[in-house]
C-alpha cells in the first residue's frame, strides 16, 4: 500500500523558497495507520506461525492498538504488557485492544525498565507460554526493514522528515532513501539517547549506519505525550491552514520542528521537505 503525497501551501514556507509536502501516511489502513503497518507488516508473518504475538506499551500507546488489531485483522493471539498499574475502567486505547481480543497484563515501572532483560522475558513465557516476542513501540530489524520501503516511496524530495519514538521508522527511512537525501527525525521523548537507539537498529539490520540523517531533540514539548499551549495553539492553526489535524504526541511536534527550523534559515532556499505524517 503506497500512501498518497500533498503538498501544503504555507507562506511560512513559500516566503523562505521552499516547498513543503506532507506524506498522508495516516490514510493507509484506517486500523493500522502509518508506521504502525510499516512496522507491523514484516512482523505478521512469524506472528502467525507462533500463533501469539506479545509486545509492550504505555497505557495510551497506539502500538498496542496497532498489535492488537493486527492480530484480529491476521488470525493469532495478542498479548499487550502494560506499563504501570490497572486503572478501570479501561481508557480508550486499552477498551479498544481488548475488544480486538488482545490479553491485557500489567507491569511495574520498576520492572518494566527491565522487561527486555532475559529473565523478564523468560517469567513472561513461564506465565504465558510460547510467543513472538516484539519490542515497545514495534522498532525491530523487520520493522526497519518495513519503514525502509517509505523511504524508496519519496524520491525527488531534499529533506524527508518523522517523529521519533523508537527510533524504527527513522533508521528504516533512511536506509531506503536515495542517494542525496537525508532525513530528519524529530525526537518526542526527553533525553539524547535518539541517535545510539536509530544506529542500534540499523547495525542491527544492515550491519552498520545506513543513509543520510540527524535527529532533533528540541522539540519535544517536555516529553513524551506532554503538551504545552503554544503546541496546542499550533495545531489548531496547522488544522485551519491545511484540513489536517495533527496529533499532540507525534505530528505535531514534528510539525512545529519542521516550521521553527524555516524560520531559522536551517533549510537553504528551493528545498523540498516532505514531513511524513505517522497516523
Known sequence: MISPVVEAADDRFAGRGLRLFLKRDDLIH???PGNKWRKLRHNIGPARERGTLL???????NHIRA??????IFGFASIGVIRGEERLPLNDSLA???RMGMRLTYMDRT???RKHEPDAVAALREQWGDFYLLPEGGSNAPAVRGCAELGAEVPGYD????PCGTGGTLAGLAAGLSPGQRALGFSVLKGDFMDAEVERLQRETYGGRRGT???EGGFHFGGYARTTRELDAFIDDFAGRHGIVLDRVYTAKMMFGICALAERGAFPEGTRILAVITG
Do not use: Q
Open 55 to 61: 509486545t509492550f506499551g504505555g497505557a495510551y500507546s
Open 30 to 32: 484506517p486500523e493500522l
Open 67 to 72: 498489535a492488537a488489531a493486527a492480530g484480529r
Open 213 to 215: 540523517w540527524r535527529t
Open 111 to 113: 520492572a518494566y525498565r
Open 159 to 162: 529533506v524527508v522528515c518523522c
Open 96 to 98: 479498544y485492544a481488548e
